[in-house]
């Protein structure tokens, strides 16, 4: 059986200003020189869906106000808006390092902190964490850490990374970390409206295929229950992080799923549960209806038929800012 190819993808993170992931989807940007009427085609719509999600917001404040106390020191990675920073404040938090690398969001978020009255609690430092000093940006190393830098994928945005970082640098060695954990789990995907969303090679008679250059390479964003489609697989555990402790540097590992219905797989939907501490998750799974966040799917570019009782074995590779899966060249009865 030949081996269906899957896209290779080449992530950001939050530590390139000139390559801008969010939280659905990637863009590239450059945000050193912005004048007000470019704003729109740099600041994603996605920001007003994470403001208005009310289950995602009512988490991190429960997981915040668990772990904040007026001796305690908060740096807040990815401001936005400032808004996980004013509920730090807001449960006791003397004083808040909020960094955030797009200049105009930051000049923006300074503006929400004074007029929700926070201004002497937050400081807002418009840079890419990777470059806080602590002693210039930070008086002392943070012992509490809040960052959402997460996207459809989990990994996106580069919260590896950054997280790794941070411990190293910025964080004292016992710093609570919010989140905590994460899982990131699959489902073999049939779909081909889906699969048809990135991928084109017969339009109207004509072979289009070349098209597919400028196909998304890698995972995209999908709201799955709005397509119609098919779970081939039960959900699978492909990865877990524990932010706390683990390297989160790039691995690869191999899975066996086994088929579950007769069908053709198109590709793979993933998702996270993200552990935000004292039992607080929050996930992008396909039922969830509540999440602004969509779901991650991987196209093959050669689908696979199958049958129920089939096993396909997987590797999955994990980057620093991808998952990215490979299906074997066989499948196992």
């Known amino acids: 059986m030949k081996k269906p190819k899957l896209k290779n993808y080449n992530g950001a993170s939050e530590n390139n200003l000139d390559f801008f992931v969010n939280h659905n989807s990637m863009r590239t940007e450059s945000t050193s020189v912005l004048h007000p009427m470019s704003w729109e085609s740099v600041i994603p719509r996605w920001h007003f869906a994470m403001l208005n999600d009310v289950e995602r917001n009512q988490a991190f404040e429960t997981a915040i106000k668990h772990v904040v106390s007026p001796n305690r020191r908060v740096l807040d990675i990815g401001a936005g808006s400032g808004l996980l920073a004013m509920i730090a404040a807001r449960h006791g938090a003397s004083y808040v390092t909020s960094c955030e690398m797009v200049q105009p969001i930051a000049h923006v978020a300074n503006k929400i902190i004074a007029l929700n009255g926070f201004q002497d609690h937050i400081k ?8 806080l000093v602590v002693g210039l940006d930070l008086a002392q190393r943070a012992d509490i850490l809040i960052t959402e830098t997460v996207d459809c994928g989990l990994v996106g945005e ?32 049939e ?14 008679s004509f072979d289009v295929s070349p098209f597919n250059v400028f196909s998304t390479v890698g995972y995209f964003p999908v709201r799955l229950r709005i397509w ?11 990865l877990k992080f524990d932010f706390q402790v683990d390297s989160l540097e790039p691995r690869q590992k191999e899975i066996s799923v086994q088929v579950e219905h007769n069908g053709t797989v198109h590709g793979v939907v993933f998702w996270f549960e993200l552990d935000l501490g004292n039992g607080v998750v929050l996930s992008n799974a396909v039922d969830n209806q509540k999440s602004h966040w969509m779901q991650a799917v991987q196209c093959f570019e050669e689908p696979i038929n199958v049958q129920k009782g089939n096993v396909l074995n997987l590797t999955i590779q994990q980057s620093d800012t991808n998952i990215d899966f490979q299906l074997a060249t066989t499948l196992e009865h």
Do not use: C, E, M, Y
């Open 124 to 131: 807002i430092v418009a840079k890419k964490s990777q470059d």
């Open 158 to 189: 580069g919260i590896l990374p950054i997280i790794r970082h941070a411990r190293q640098a910025l964080l004292t060695p016992d710093a609570t970390i919010i989140p905590a954990k994460a899982v990131v789990k699959f489902s073999l995907l």
């Open 191 to 204: 779909s081909h409206l889906v699969h048809n969303l990135n991928l084109a090679f017969d339009s109207a």
């Open 228 to 238: 119609p489609h098919r779970l081939l697989s039960k959900p699978t555990t492909a």
